[in-house]
């Protein structure tokens, strides 16, 4: 039974719900992404290029045949292409993310030189107080 209670301990700690809220973000942030470079980044990309989709880009290793009982059997190819798209995905992702924590450090930079109030002289002690009365009583003199 303990280890039940243990693992429910761990399981509703606030970092394992921060870290599953992350994860559920970051895939839709990743199709967000992804549909960014497949729909807006890659169509100009292949259009200067000479209307190449890079998904299509492949080396056919095999050519497609069929086997002795008459089924289709599909050819074996290296998409290359497919590495590109996934490579310039990367790239976007890791660039988005370079300007999101560059964006939050200059956040926390300006609130850590925000100018702190001026310090205030320590109060003067028993003995301090004294001596200011003796100064004064002489001054008087």
């Known amino acids: 039974m303990g280890i039940l209670k243990e693992f ?17 973000i ?5 199709k967000i992404v992804s549909s960014l470079v497949n729909d807006i980044v890659m169509p100009p990309i292949g259009l200067l290029i000479g ?6 880009l492949n080396i056919i290793l095999k ?9 289709a059997v599909a050819a074996v190819t290296l998409n290359y292409g497919m590495f590109i798209q996934n490579v310039i995905d990367f790239a976007i992702i890791a660039f988005v993310i370079f ?10 930079k300006k609130k850590e030189e925000a100018p702190a109030p001026p310090p205030q002289p320590p109060a ?10 003796i100064r004064d009583l002489l001054k008087k003199q």
Request: net charge negative; aromatic share 6%; hydrophobic share 45%.
């Open 8 to 24: 429910k301990e761990f399981a509703v700690k606030g970092n394992v719900i921060d870290l599953a809220v992350a994860v559920i």
């Open 26 to 30: 970051g895939g839709a942030f990743g």
């Open 51 to 56: 209307g190449v989709d890079f998904k299509d």
């Open 63 to 71: 050519d497609a045949t069929t086997d002795a009982a008459g089924e």
């Open 99 to 108: 300007l999101a924590i560059k964006g939050i450090n200059n956040l926390s």
């Open 124 to 133: 003067p002690t028993a003995s301090e107080k004294l001596l200011e009365e």
